[in-house]
């Protein structure tokens, strides 16, 4: 059933407001705030402005984490590093608001704290507005601002700019209504959100445990099974092998600098993570499989067509004859590769460590039906998966909607039941 709306409209005279109810008005942000405070950034390399007992400092990640209220921070300054950058301590019921790289992430403060120097803190006057509502109508001109800034490479916004924002803005009493309006929807559909999300991450789990069950077991789960020395405690089939990743390929070697400038359509250019975009020429003409060897170490894709792999990655060629290529990927994906990589800021992966990865080898035949199994199994399992990122996506682009119509009066809310 849709929305009702009011009787009346006039012409915001800002276009993306559009019209808003007669008995609104629109206004400057800075008229309906009583303060605007940026933060900054002490000097990460000096331990003494740092302390875990110290005073929350708030990063767009923090922000990000956040669902509507801002209450912890993962770094906290200490009262040297507050007096290093002149920090003023912002207090609850601040909102929050990003006006560098990530423009518009939005929150409600709900402890004392300091920001970056990307976070501007907002202080409503009460008198004008309620921080609830301010944080709505922040999300709605986000929104706008987000969608303004896609075509920059590094999206900034000046602290005078923000203050000369319109806001739509009705009266105190209809902003509660608003706000319990919104409140309420937004709850409703967050919870949907929230047990899609939680079916992804099954969904997941489901398709790991398949494989890992296909690989080391097989598709007969009666069958007899039997310890390998190389396989550590885990137990195989009594009539598989284990054999070293070394004897299965001829080569493991690194790719090649990719070419300086990327196509949009071509020969695909791969790099630890996956597709990095198109060339026109290839250092590999055959089927291979590619792993992260730097960055994203221990990503896997095989590759089926002529391509150019980037020396990020590792090209594993050469397959012994005994050897099914997609069995084969499906094997490497059980074996948790980035686990090999080294923890430093940049994870690698050696063709050392790749070599000497124990594989579990069935009977072709028997590998061959694996495969299948799992490809099929695969299949089901995705179109799952993209039906329920799609529903995500549709209850998100909802919740925009819906914040949106409600800020700008083109749903009446007064009129709605909560």
Sequence with gaps: MPYQKYQNYQDSKHIWIGEIPTSWTVVKLK?????FIMGDTPNTGNHNYWSCEGIPWVSIADISMTNVYLTQTAKKVSAKGLAAKNLKLLKEDTVLFSIY???????????PAVTNQAIVGIVADKKSVTVKYLYYALLFSSFYLQKMSKNTIQPNLSLETI????????????????????????????VLISKKEALLNLL???????RFQAVTQGLDLKVEMKTAKLYGPKKIPCHWDITKLKYLVQSINNGTSPPEYLLKEGIPV??????????DTANTDNTVIVIGRVGSAGKIHLVRKPAWISDNALILSG??????????????????LDDLATKNAQPLITASQIANLSICLPPLREQKAIAQYLNEETKKNNSLYEQTQNSIVLLKEYQESLINSAVTGKVNCQTEKC
């Design 31 to 35: 008229t309906i705030v009583t303060e």
């Design 101 to 111: 790289a990530s423009i518009g992430k939005t929150a409600i403060l709900k402890i």
């Design 163 to 190: 203050k000369e924002m319109p806001i739509s803005l009705p009266s105190l009493p209809e902003q509660k209504i608003i706000v319990a309006f919104l409140d309420d929807r937004l709850e409703k559909t967050t």
């Design 204 to 210: 997941d789990k489901r398709l790991a445990s398949l």
């Design 270 to 279: 791969y790099g630890a993570n996956g597709l990095i975009g198109y060339c």
């Design 319 to 336: 397959f012994d004859p005994s050897l099914d290529l997609t069995y084969f990927y499906y094997q490497l994906l059980t074996l948790n």
